[in-house]
């Protein structure tokens, strides 16, 4: 596979990681559930939010490592 | 006294660093406006953050997590985190583009590369009226502050009036280099501060659990993942999340900050920095607010947006409180001074000296974006003068406003100079429906249950794309 052709691939990886968490965000198929009180008595909905937005940064992070070239 | 006193040196140490970069600061318009494009990773992060973060992030989350509840968080945390990506797709070519091209505004960026002076000149009168209701929310908040640190000792506009005067010559005198570094220590501070409010306060009612369980027991919709009243359905979440996406990039205090990175790491330190943040910060205010029905049952409006000094003045001793809200006076006068700083240089470049004095000199350029600093800030208080009910809701209608520049901003950026007109276009039918939607003409109703955003980047993505094929049929056609 070409330079470009990789390049190409990876942003479409990658387009599809951001397009996935943002889709997970919207969780509609957990709005009608019961709430549950977890840590420090926040619902567990809350610390799903928590580690959607951890996952979010880490996802940036191999962003900027692996596929954000300087002379973009 | 103890109250005047922190606030006091508060604002000395504030002023000693803004002396410091004073010394830092040349006469010239890419030193006074933008430090030099000079700024490394730390200080970019930090004056990113505290720029983005003002009155609305202490007062607005309180107040909303009070009315909302946690649903609140959630959204903005998302949402904030996820407009990080926006560093790389307009951030970064921005930033490079104004090395390249030496430009210092987004007007100028606009301008030059799309060739229409018509475009430039739309994208700055959006940039105006969108910034200067925002501009204000910093006073009022500030107003609002001190008067119940002081109880009524500083009344309202006297303490909106205090701060302004404060910022306003701290920005004169430095410029961009003042602001960075006031920005690192008010974001420091912001931090800090926020987490300390939530420990004392939990501590009243035994703790962070025990207050979110007390909380539950009176008003469990707090926890719900609509939130109160129902305030969110999956189409009202959705165009929040796409909101700060589109409208992050836009503020022009944020996109000013695109050109002073000193390299490339240091604008990828920040954009991951960018978007962990939200996810343990924006907690903290929403929890304080969740927390007031304990204190404070049955606010509403205004007194509502209150809740966080409320809270403060009731559960901690004199000089915590004081010691808290000067993470709240941070969060203003770090929002502020940018907005000042940015409209400023607008206003000289983008107005003055292109129309009035294009042979205006290096220095004398500095001089009149110090003229327009002072006037603009006159013209804040006016508007602080005789505040809004709510701060969210005037907040939101100036995030819509510049959220409408964002199709054509990134077109400009991605599809060279042929898509001017249909940019143009594309800004005037979406500062259209934001209009009708202000004056009541239009509803969510109207709008197939969507907040306004959705449409405006569906009609004005359409509108662009609509130009893009045109031009390459009629290239082909040639």
Same mark, same amino acid.
């Given at each position: 596979? #070409?330079?470009?052709?990789?390049? #190409?691939?990876?942003?479409?990886?990658?387009?599809?990681?951001?397009?996935?968490?943002?889709?997970? #965000?919207?969780?509609?198929?957990?709005?009608?559930?019961?709430?549950?009180?977890?840590?420090?008595?926040?619902?567990?909905?809350?610390?799903?939010?928590?580690?959607?937005?951890?996952?979010?940064?880490?996802?940036?992070?191999?962003?900027?490592?692996?596929?954000?070239?300087?002379?973009? | 006294?103890?109250?005047?006193?922190?606030?006091? &040196?508060?604002?000395?140490?504030?002023?000693?660093?803004?002396?410091?970069?004073?010394?830092?600061?040349?006469?010239?318009?890419?030193?006074?406006?933008?430090?030099?494009?000079?700024?490394?990773?730390?200080?970019?992060?930090?004056?990113?953050?505290?720029?983005?973060?003002?009155?609305?992030?202490?007062?607005?989350?309180?107040?909303?997590?009070?009315?909302?509840?946690?649903?609140?968080?959630?959204?903005?945390?998302?949402?904030?985190?996820?407009?990080?990506?926006?560093?790389?797709?307009?951030?970064?070519?921005?930033?490079?583009?104004?090395?390249?091209?030496?430009?210092?505004?987004?007007?100028?960026?606009?301008?030059?590369?799309?060739?229409?002076?018509?475009?430039?000149?739309?994208? &700055?009168?959006?940039?105006?009226?969108?910034?200067?209701?925002?501009?204000?929310?910093?006073?009022?908040?500030?107003?609002?502050?001190?008067?119940?640190?002081?109880?009524?000792?500083?009344?309202?506009?006297?303490?909106?009036?205090?701060?302004? &005067?404060?910022?306003?010559?701290?920005?004169?005198?430095?410029?961009?280099?003042?602001?960075?570094?006031?920005?690192?220590?008010?974001?420091?501070?912001?931090?800090?501060?926020?987490?300390?409010?939530?420990?004392?306060?939990?501590?009243?009612?035994?703790?962070?659990?025990?207050?979110?369980?007390?909380?539950?027991?009176?008003?469990?919709?707090?926890?719900?993942?609509?939130?109160?009243?129902?305030?969110?359905?999956?189409?009202?979440?959705?165009?929040?999340?796409?909101?700060?996406?589109?409208?992050?990039?836009?503020?022009?205090?944020?996109?000013?900050?695109?050109?002073?990175?000193?390299?490339?790491?240091?604008?990828?330190?920040?954009?991951?920095?960018?978007?962990?943040?939200?996810?343990?910060?924006?907690?903290?205010?929403?929890?304080?607010?969740?927390?007031?029905?304990?204190?404070?049952?049955?606010?509403?409006?205004?007194?509502?947006?209150?809740?966080?000094?409320?809270?403060?003045?009731?559960?901690?001793?004199?000089?915590?409180?004081?010691?808290?809200?000067?993470?709240?006076?941070?969060?203003?006068?770090?929002?502020?001074?940018?907005?000042?700083?940015?409209?400023?240089?607008?206003?000289?470049?983008?107005?003055?000296?292109?129309?009035?004095?294009?042979?205006?000199?290096?220095?004398?350029?500095?001089?009149?974006?110090?003229?327009?600093?002072?006037?603009?800030?006159?013209?804040?208080?006016?508007?602080?003068?005789?505040?809004?009910?709510?701060?969210?809701?005037?907040?939101?209608?100036?995030?819509?406003?510049?959220?409408?520049?964002?199709?054509?901003? &990134?077109?400009?950026?991605?599809?060279?100079?042929?898509?001017?007109?249909?940019?143009?276009?594309?800004?005037?039918?979406?500062?259209?429906?934001?209009?009708?939607?202000?004056?009541?003409?239009?509803?969510?109703?109207?709008?197939?249950?969507?907040?306004?955003?959705?449409?405006?980047?569906?009609?004005?993505?359409?509108?662009?794309?609509?130009?893009?094929?045109?031009?390459?049929?009629?290239?082909?056609?040639?």
């Amino acid at each position: 596979m #070409s330079l470009s052709k990789n390049r #190409s691939f990876g942003g479409m990886v990658y387009g599809l990681l951001f397009v996935g968490l943002f889709v997970l #965000s919207l969780d509609y198929w957990t709005w009608n559930r019961p709430i549950e009180l977890r840590l420090l008595g926040l619902p567990f909905w809350v610390w799903k939010f928590v580690g959607l937005q951890l996952l979010l940064t880490l996802a940036i992070a191999a962003f900027a490592k692996f596929y954000w070239k300087n002379d973009a | 006294m103890m109250t005047y006193l922190i606030i006091g &040196l508060y604002l000395f140490l504030t002023f000693g660093l803004s002396l410091i970069g004073s010394k830092r600061s040349h006469q010239t318009p890419e030193d006074y406006f933008l430090a030099g494009r000079g700024i490394g990773p730390l200080v970019l992060f930090f004056t990113f953050i505290a720029t983005n973060f003002s009155a609305f992030f202490f007062l607005g989350f309180a107040g909303a997590g009070y009315k909302i509840g946690y649903p609140f968080y959630a959204m903005m945390g998302f949402g904030t985190a996820f407009a990080a990506l926006s560093f790389y797709f307009i951030g970064f070519k921005v930033w490079k583009l104004g090395k390249e091209k030496g430009y210092i505004t987004p007007p100028e960026l606009i301008g030059d590369l799309s060739g229409s002076s018509l475009l430039a000149n739309l994208h &700055l009168l959006v940039l105006i009226v969108f910034t200067l209701p925002y501009l204000a929310l910093q006073p009022i908040g500030a107003g609002y502050l001190l008067e119940s640190l002081t109880n009524g000792g500083i009344p309202y506009f006297g303490g909106a009036s205090l701060l302004t &005067l404060f910022i306003v010559i701290y920005v004169f005198v430095g410029g961009m280099q003042s602001v960075a570094l006031t920005d690192v220590k008010q974001g420091i501070l912001m931090f800090v501060l926020m987490f300390l409010a939530v420990v004392v306060i939990a501590g009243k009612f035994g703790g962070i659990t025990a207050a979110n369980e007390q909380v539950y027991a009176l008003k469990p919709e707090l926890f719900s993942r609509e939130g109160a009243g129902g305030f969110f359905n999956g189409k009202k979440w959705f165009s929040n999340m796409i909101l700060w996406l589109v409208c992050v990039p836009m503020f022009p205090q944020l996109f000013m900050r695109f050109f002073v990175s000193k390299d490339a790491r240091s604008f990828k330190t920040t954009t991951i920095l960018y978007a962990l943040i939200p996810s343990f910060l924006f907690i903290l205010p929403v929890m304080i607010g969740v927390m007031g029905h304990l204190s404070f049952p049955d606010l509403v409006g205004k007194e509502a947006d209150q809740i966080l000094p409320k809270m403060l003045s009731l559960h901690t001793p004199e000089w915590m409180a004081a010691l808290i809200m000067t993470g709240a006076l941070a969060a203003f006068m770090s929002t502020l001074d940018s907005q000042l700083l940015a409209l400023g240089t607008i206003f000289s470049r983008d107005v003055y000296r292109k129309y009035f004095n294009p042979n205006l000199s290096l220095a004398k350029e500095v001089r009149v974006g110090q003229f327009f600093i002072v006037l603009l800030s006159l013209v804040g208080l006016l508007i602080a003068y005789n505040p809004p009910d709510s701060i969210f809701a005037l907040a939101k209608q100036a995030f819509t406003g510049y959220a409408v520049l964002f199709p054509s901003t &990134l077109a400009v950026l991605y599809l060279g100079r042929n898509i001017a007109p249909f940019c143009v276009l594309s800004i005037i039918v979406g500062e259209s429906i934001v209009l009708a939607v202000f004056m009541g003409w239009l509803n969510t109703e109207h709008l197939w249950g969507f907040d306004p955003i959705v449409p405006i980047l569906l009609i004005s993505f359409f509108i662009i794309l609509v130009g893009f094929l045109w031009h390459k049929l009629q290239a082909k056609q040639y």
